[in-house]
């Protein structure tokens, strides 16, 4: 049964009301992701037997690969709107493998995030890497937490669900109490190896930066949060070659693929 509703709540999490520009900036995301497309890549490999359960790999073949899960609450979006995640790390010869699966209420959290294993697992290699947005970051998180990654750099993540059941966002996710402890990386017992560093823009919501502190600390990570940007701009860094973000990524990746070549940082070239 869905609990009371939380105004309260309701304001923290609802990213679409707190930033009313949002539209305009998805709709750059949906053309700077088609002409990325239009420069190569290798488009809707299947890893199961859904229509959304498909990747997209852009960069080198032979090249550590790094997964991006992309956001939306589990429930909206896909794949095709974020192609342009790859560019910060394939300008560094990494290869990125951008996820799609499949939506909630059509199917759990839980059912979600055995898909996006199932992806790591049928890529040609293992990931050096998962990063996520929202709920990709939950589920980047997830990833770290289940050994499917070494590493794992979420971004605005939700690390703890329990407060979604209070609002209407989680009218679609159907979590019960203990679901939502189940699924939520703040309360599981961090990897006994791995990295984390999460980041969350100085322009979210208090929540959305108290998940991210706390979720840090539980996992003896770190975090960060990046100044003047909100729920939708705090994309934007991982599209730039030279962001400092980037420079974070390739470190992990190189400690978690050591002796593979990746092109250095321009910044040090």
């Known amino acids: 049964m869905q609990p009371p509703h939380d105004p309260a709540l309701q304001r923290q999490y609802d990213n679409p009301a707190l930033v009313p520009e949002h539209p305009a900036i998805i709709a750059g995301w949906a053309a700077d992701a088609a002409a990325y497309r239009h420069r190569g890549g290798k488009l809707d490999i299947a890893y199961g037997p859904s229509p959304r359960e498909r990747y997209d790999v852009f960069g080198p ?20 709107f974020f192609s342009h995640c790859a560019a910060g790390l394939n300008a560094h010869g990494v290869a990125v493998a951008v ?26 290699r293992r990931p050096a890497l998962a990063f996520g947005h929202s709920a990709g970051g939950h589920l980047a998180a997830m990833l770290l937490g289940s050994g499917h990654v070494p590493a ?5 993540g939700v690390f703890e669900l329990a407060p979604l059941r209070h609002t209407t966002i989680g009218s ?22 791995g990295w984390l560093h ?24 770190t975090a960060e949060e990046l100044p003047g940007l909100n729920h939708f701009t705090v994309l934007a860094p991982i599209s730039d070659p030279d962001s400092p973000l980037i420079t ?6 190189a400690a978690s693929a050591p002796g593979v070549s990746m092109v250095p940082p321009r910044s040090a070239a």
């Open 198 to 221: 999460a980041v969350v823009g100085s322009a979210e919501s208090t929540e959305f930066r108290r998940q991210t502190r706390d979720f840090a600390v539980a996992w003896g990570g």
């Open 152 to 156: 794992a750099l979420p971004i605005s």
């Open 248 to 253: 974070r990524m390739l470190g992990a990746i």
């Open 99 to 124: 996820l799609g699966f499949d939506l909630c209420p059509a199917v759990s959290i839980r059912d979600i995030l055995r898909q996006v294993q199932a992806a790591c697992t049928a890529l040609p």
């Open 61 to 80: 073949q032979e090249a550590p690969i790094a997964v991006f899960i992309h956001g939306g609450y589990w429930q909206k979006l896909d794949k095709s």
């Open 172 to 193: 679609a996710l159907q979590l019960s109490e203990a679901e939502a402890r189940a699924l939520s990386p703040r309360f599981l017992p961090p990897p006994a190896r």
